[in-house]
């Protein structure tokens, strides 16, 4: 009888050693499963933390363009040529103060871009004459005479253009609006337009010059090429002179296009400005606004147009290809004062 006892003892003892382990076994994985847990939660608070450091630090690029633009000599004033500025600093731009970055701002002059609502058809053709329906002429004839549809305020419809009963036809629901466009990204109502096409475009329009003519002396090499008659090879003779001549605070000198204005950058002009902010820790931020010079009588120097935090963009201004449009570098204590 006492044997009998003796054994089941042993058995209840194994058993509760048994629960015992499982017991340990499972704390440790829940132990293990919160220490895991705990990292991931921190490592995802420091890649917020870090991502607002860096967006902080794009706003400051913005304040810094404005800045720059505003100052009386011409030779420091910054331009608006699709030039890209670098502003390095050790941690005093940051949030903490304790993790350094730098900025790169590229600023755009609208009036060097092509305007949706003034250009003629002549430009117009030439512009999609290099986009992506480059090999598709009656493409680019439908399109260009729908933009001139969509924009004037008739319902006379241009030769391959389209009107009210074109777009019923395709089967959409909207019309023309008979009137300048709003927004760029009006264009991709247009009948013919597509996403390629207007993708292309958007680096190289807008709906803010006001202007029939490009102002050549503050386009980008992008906007350049499209123009009717171009020279490619005057064209990268010229670009390389301006670059010389604004590396030596030399007078830009005029463009050899046809049929575009040589000025420069005027008061109440709108502006697009990019800032890219990127830290030490790789943490970056952009930020672009198209803001509006004042005319130096009001209370505010720009008024901002729109304001916006991309989600994506084409390509970022610390890319390699950038680095032939950086025109000056500088240290944080430059602003100093």
């Not at 009998?4 to 003892?13: A, C, E, F, V, Y």
Request: charged share 25%; net charge negative; proline share 5%.
């Amino acid at each position: 009888m006492a044997g009998q006892l003796s054994g089941k003892g042993r058995t209840q003892h194994g058993f509760a050693l048994i629960l015992v382990l499982w017991v340990l076994s499972l704390l440790t994985i829940m132990a293990g499963s919160f220490a895991l847990s705990m990292r991931r939660e921190a490592t995802l608070v420091a890649g917020i933390k870090n991502t607002a450091k860096a967006a902080a630090l794009a706003e400051s690029g913005l304040a810094i363009a404005e800045a720059m633009l505003m100052l009386p000599d011409p030779k420091q004033r910054w331009l608006a040529d699709g030039s890209i500025y670098q502003i390095d600093t050790p941690g005093a731009f940051t949030v903490a103060g304790d993790i350094g970055g730098h900025i790169r701002i590229q600023l755009f002059a609208e009036t060097g871009k092509i305007d949706m609502n003034k250009a003629e058809q002549k430009l117009l053709e030439s512009l999609f004459q290099q986009s992506p329906l480059a090999d598709d002429e009656k493409a680019q004839a439908r399109l260009v005479a729908a933009i001139l549809d969509w924009r004037d305020a008739d319902d006379v419809v241009h030769l391959e253009g389209a009107e009210k009963q074109e777009y019923k036809d395709a089967g959409l629901r909207y019309q023309p609006a008979n009137k300048p466009f709003q927004t760029l990204d009006e264009l991709r109502l247009v009948l013919g337009m597509e996403e390629a096409t207007f993708k292309w475009l958007q680096p190289l329009v807008t709906v803010y010059s006001g202007q029939p003519q490009v102002n050549a002396q503050q386009a980008t090499p992008e906007v350049l090429a499209v123009l009717p008659d171009a020279d490619i090879a005057l064209l990268q003779d010229y670009l390389k002179n301006r670059r010389d001549s604004i590396v030596n605070d030399l007078p830009i000198p005029a463009a050899p296009v046809a049929n575009a204005k040589n000025a420069p950058l005027g008061d109440n002009e709108v502006l697009t400005i990019v800032c890219e902010a990127r830290m030490d820790d790789d943490a970056s931020a952009v930020i672009s606004a198209i803001v509006k010079k004042g005319d130096g009588q009001g209370s505010k120097p720009f008024q901002v147009l729109k304001w916006q935090i991309p989600v994506t963009h084409n390509e970022s201004l610390f890319a390699e290809a950038k680095n032939e449009l950086l025109i000056k570098d500088y240290a944080e204590s430059e602003f100093n004062h």
